[in-house]
């Protein structure tokens, strides 16, 4: 059973609007939260990150949230740009599982110009 | 540049015919790790290591091996390939120390198995 589920598969949000990508986890001993950026033909991208300490990570357009007691992040991206035509993968940690994250499926998201 | 390679970027091949995927970062990370991408699956981790000559399995270690002989290489090695084992393997490596540090991945290797 997945542990870090992203259940939408693929968004489409217009050019200048906010595009929001929801993960979900079922690991409650996940303390950090990462979102990985994917392009065809390319590895994965680190982008954003949140530590379950915090409830909100912001970095220029894009903003992390996390409800723990809901199990839920999500990541906003304001405003959405044609470059940011991706791939968007979640991934969650343990603290004591030294680096090793467990990914969600990924959701693709279409920015429409 | 910092970076971890990876290759072949593609390969088809036969079952049964043993293939190696090499990986090398630049970066002195202690940690490298290689998943397998699949439709609706996301990237599962295959193995990990976190240091020279330290490796362990993730969840999805059945019929692959790997090694860690030097810092900076970690090969996926295939004994015997099977048709299951087509994917999108990519190699990651990061740092240890300091806590939560994120994965820099490789371009990916597409391996198909006929």
């Known amino acids: 059973d997945q542990q870090v589920k992203q259940n939408s598969p693929s968004l489409s949000v217009q050019e200048g609007r906010i595009s929001i990508l929801n993960c979900d986890y079922t690991?409650?001993?996940?303390?950090?939260f990462l979102w990985y950026k994917k392009y065809p033909a390319e590895g994965p991208t680190f982008l954003i990150s949140?530590?379950?300490?915090?409830d909100k990570n912001e970095d220029g357009r894009f903003t992390v949230f996390l409800n723990k007691s809901a199990k839920h992040l999500s990541l906003h991206i304001v405003p959405s740009q044609p470059g940011d035509s991706a791939v968007y993968f979640c991934?969650?940690?343990?603290?004591?599982?030294?680096?090793?994250?467990?990914f969600g499926p990924g959701t693709r998201l279409s920015v429409l110009p | 540049e910092a970076q971890v390679t990876q290759n072949p970027r593609y390969l088809i091949t036969v079952t049964g015919k043993k293939l190696t995927v090499t990986c090398s970062q630049n970066?002195?990370?202690?940690?490298m790790s290689w998943y397998r991408q699949d439709p609706g699956l996301g990237l599962r981790q295959i193995y990990y290591?976190?240091?020279?000559?330290?490796?362990d399995k993730g969840d999805v270690p059945e019929g692959y091996k790997v090694s860690r002989k030097e810092k900076r290489n970690f090969p996926l090695i295939l004994e015997s390939p099977s048709p299951n084992q087509t994917s999108l393997y990519f190699c990651?490596?990061?740092?240890?120390?300091?806590?939560?540090?994120?994965?820099?991945f490789g371009p990916g290797t597409r391996l198909t198995v006929l």
């Open positions: 690991n409650s001993m996940f303390d950090y």
């Open positions: 990651a490596s990061s740092r240890m120390a300091g806590g939560h540090n994120e994965q820099f």
């Open positions: 949140i530590s379950s300490i915090k």
């Open positions: 991934a969650a940690k343990e603290d004591n599982y030294g680096q090793n994250f467990v």
């Open positions: 970066m002195n990370h202690e940690y």
């Open positions: 290591s976190m240091n020279v000559e330290v490796t």
